[in-house]
């Protein structure tokens, strides 16, 4: 039996050694993951988002693009991660005034092997890192917090939801 066989943490072989997991023998099949997270802010800080009175620029906008980005080269920061043909990202940023801060969200598609679940997370780590690259001369004190997985779909281990 080789490592990627035994329950538990696939990416180590029987020696306990690091290695990307043969995912030749599994299905391709549709999959679908949605990831979250959220950009903490003072109320002003948000203002300034929203009225587009960032001095670098329309920061939803291009943490919408970065986070785009990211999805597409997560295989080049994750190292164990499969390169995949990745066939839909979208990357959705809205103003939450309760918060005060920013929600992300991120979806992303393919049809493989194996699923696209930390695409999309960095997807949405990567847009909230260029959130507060955008406003940090105004305000250090932003909290990039609660990134997690909402939705895994396809593949053997089928769907998975995240609780409320």
Same mark, same amino acid.
């Given at each position: 039996?080789?490592?990627?066989?035994?329950?538990?943490?696939?990416?180590?072989?029987?020696?306990?050694?690091? %290695?990307?997991?043969? +995912?030749?023998?599994? /299905? !391709?099949?549709?999959?679908?993951?949605? @990831?979250?997270?959220? *950009? $903490?802010?003072?109320?002003?800080?948000?203002?300034?988002?929203?009225?587009?009175?960032?001095?670098?620029?329309?920061?939803?906008?291009?943490?919408?693009?970065?986070?785009?980005?990211?999805?597409?080269?997560?295989?080049?920061?994750?190292?164990?991660? %499969?390169?995949?043909? +990745?066939?839909?990202? /979208? !990357?959705?940023?809205?103003?939450?005034? @309760?918060?005060?801060? *920013? $929600?992300?969200?991120?979806?992303?598609?393919?049809?493989?092997?194996?699923?696209?679940?930390?695409?999309?997370?960095?997807?949405?780590?990567?847009?909230?890192?260029?959130?507060?690259?955008?406003?940090?001369?105004?305000?250090?004190?932003?909290?990039?917090?609660?990134?997690?997985?909402?939705?895994?779909?396809?593949?053997?281990?089928?769907?998975?939801?995240?609780?409320?």
């Amino acid at each position: 039996m080789s490592g990627s066989d035994k329950p538990g943490l696939s990416h180590f072989d029987d020696r306990g050694q690091a %290695h990307m997991v043969d +995912v030749s023998g599994k /299905a !391709v099949t549709d999959r679908v993951a949605v @990831a979250e997270g959220f *950009v $903490r802010m003072s109320a002003a800080t948000l203002a300034l988002i929203t009225e587009g009175r960032a001095k670098k620029g329309d920061v939803l906008a291009v943490a919408r693009l970065a986070g785009i980005m990211a999805a597409k080269r997560t295989a080049d920061l994750i190292p164990l991660c %499969h390169p995949l043909p +990745v066939t839909k990202v /979208a !990357v959705e940023l809205v103003a939450d005034p @309760a918060l005060p801060g *920013v $929600r992300i969200e991120a979806t992303v598609k393919t049809s493989g092997q194996t699923g696209v679940e930390m695409e999309a997370l960095t997807a949405v780590s990567v847009a909230a890192l260029t959130v507060y690259d955008m406003v940090k001369a105004v305000e250090k004190s932003l909290v990039i917090e609660g990134v997690r997985l909402l939705l895994k779909d396809g593949g053997k281990s089928g769907l998975y939801e995240a609780k409320p």
